[in-house]
């Protein structure tokens, strides 16, 4: 060493060599070029044969090789080795005989068949006294390293430190750069895979929103018309937030769109999108998702819910909600063989159907005070008869209003499904009778009233040559009676209604108060058999299903809704 002496006990010519090699490590490069330049530099500064750096990792407390010609990077624990006590001591330990040191890990020279004399390990603190890494110089050329080396070296490492800091920081930058543009462009897919409008239902009106809490986002919807006029209707929420759960949703809504088109009915398609995502999925990971099939003609929806809910009724006549529980598993949770019978709501004059994801029902206020379901309830009331694009805006501001300030903290999705109410020239015509047999004729002289408001003549015939008006008072007759014989405490008494949709005449009769009773499911009746092996009871269901063009049962909050319809005849 030159004996001129400089600041800091560096020679002249040691600290003209550093201010070199510092200018040169200010120049933009890349982490790798970098960090060869460090190892270089120690090298010609300290007159040794070889080095390397260890790059620390602190969120898995691990020091990585980097920098060493010929080797393969590999990872130690951050407190092995001597390495691992520069970590730990943050400060230089200059060992002259490794062999004789335990502290040395001899498996690197093992590895390349060389022999590490002697050894100067060098800690790299950056800014803000933040550990970067371990600088570690081996094998002096002349002897071991000594107390100017020391000097020498700490001075080079601690440029080398900002100068590694840097490049690391500029590396994260622009892999964060990289990372950002990739999700813009996944969250522009999975935007794009989302309904742009809504199709056209006549009769009614569709809305849906996707509000995810990240750039992408685990939920999804669809609209998928089905070649007889009916509508699938999809909500999805895959486990979790980000590209995997938004590959997930984007993955249930290509399937059911492929279902859809190879004929696939309702069942069909939930269990085959289930059984795809098991063979697909890790164990932990699902999808909750809603799949409904909407039938215009018999305003119904028929459903799956896979671990969605509450599934939320609002009926317009008594503006009440009613809250439907999930039917079966997550999709992708477990093989499904077999499903029970799908779920049927039906839909009056008015009624939504809303799907609504967690996002919603969980939205929280400062105070951790969830939105509910209530609060969805409420604000259905509240904008009750307004366009379903414009209740999703009403939604979405009541939920900012709720959480006054609160981040969102899961992804909002919203489907709604109204049922338009009836052009004013449809008129719903309605009575209630009491709970009993005598008031038949009541009922029969309501249903003749009502059908000749509608302009249905006494005689009019269906398309058999039938007489509709019969037909319509022996089903409605069968349906009340047995009502009043099998439930005669029930409060309140049985409404009759009857409404006109061009050629076909719909009438309900409504239990609002009673045990479940699908007469729709009644066994069949073999009225070819004698009548000593013939069970007795159910000839009047039998001949009212075949009398009916359809007959529908729905039940919800003790309510029995039983519909039925007769086609009037072609002149």
Known sequence: MNDARAAGG???????????????????????????????????????????????????????????????????????GLAGECVRTRAAIN??????????????????????????????????????GVLQV???????????????????????????????????????????QEIAVAREVQMATLPSTPPQVPGYELAG?????????????????????????????????????????????????????????????????????????????FVTAFLGRLDPVAHAIDYHSGGQGPLLHYRAAD????????TTFPLGAVSLPALKPPVRVRLAPGDVFALLSDGVYEYQDGAGRLFGEEGVAQLLRA??????????????????????????????????????????????????????IDELDSMFAFLGRALAAEGVAADALDDQRQPVRNAIEFVAEELFTNMVKYNPGGGDGIAVELERHGDVLECRVV????????????????????????????????LSRKLADALEYDY????????FRKRLGSD
């Not at 006029?229 to 769109?257: C, E, K, N, W």
Request: glycine share 8%; aromatic share 4%.
């Open 10 to 80: 560096l020679s002249r010519d040691a600290l003209r060599r550093i201010l070199d090699i510092t200018r040169d490590l200010a120049r933009p490069l890349d982490l790798v070029t970098l960090l060869h330049a460090v190892v270089d530099a120690a090298k010609h500064l300290l007159a040794a044969e070889g080095g390397t750096i260890w790059q620390y990792l602190p969120g898995e407390h691990v020091l990585e090789m980097r920098a060493a010609r010929g080797l393969e990077p590999i990872r130690i624990p951050a407190d092995q």
């Open 556 to 563: 919800s909050g003790r309510t029995s809704r039983i519909t």
């Open 138 to 180: 081996v094998n002096r050329h002349e002897g071991a390293f000594d107390a100017d080396d020391e000097a020498v070296a700490l001075a080079l490492a601690a440029q080398c430190a900002v100068a590694l800091q840097r490049a690391q920081m500029t590396e994260r930058l622009v892999a964060a750069e990289a990372l950002r």
């Open 383 to 436: 904008h009750r008869g307004e366009p379903m694009p414009r209740v999703l805006e009403a939604l979405l501001a009541k939920l900012r209003e709720f959480g006054d300030g609160a981040p969102q903290l899961d992804d909002i999705t919203a489907v709604l499904v109204r049922r338009l109410p009836q052009p004013d020239a449809t008129r719903v015509h309605r009575a209630t009778f009491a709970r009993r």
């Open 511 to 542: 239990d609002p108060d009673s045990d479940r009773f699908d007469v729709t499911a009644a066994p069949a009746v073999d009225i070819t058999a004698d009548a000593a092996s013939r069970r007795p009871g159910g000839l009047g269901i039998h």
């Open 209 to 285: 929103l996707f509000l995810p809490t990240d750039d992408t986002g685990g939920d999804t919807y669809d609209f998928v018309p089905c070649a007889d006029g009916a509508l699938f209707v999809l909500m999805g929420d895959a486990t979790g937030h980000g590209i995997g759960p938004a590959l997930s949703a984007t993955q249930v809504r290509a399937m059911l769109r492929v279902a859809e088109r190879l004929g696939a009915g309702l069942d069909d398609a939930f269990r085959h999108i289930n059984d795809q995502l098991v063979a697909d999925l890790p164990e932990d990971r």
């Open 95 to 132: 060992v002259p005989d490794c062999y004789a040191d335990p502290r040395f890990n001899r498996d690197i020279d093992l590895a390349t068949g060389g022999r590490t004399r002697c050894m100067l390990s060098l800690p790299l603190i950056g800014e803000d006294e933040q550990l970067v």
């Open 319 to 326: 503006d009440a909600c009613d809250l439907f529980p999930p």
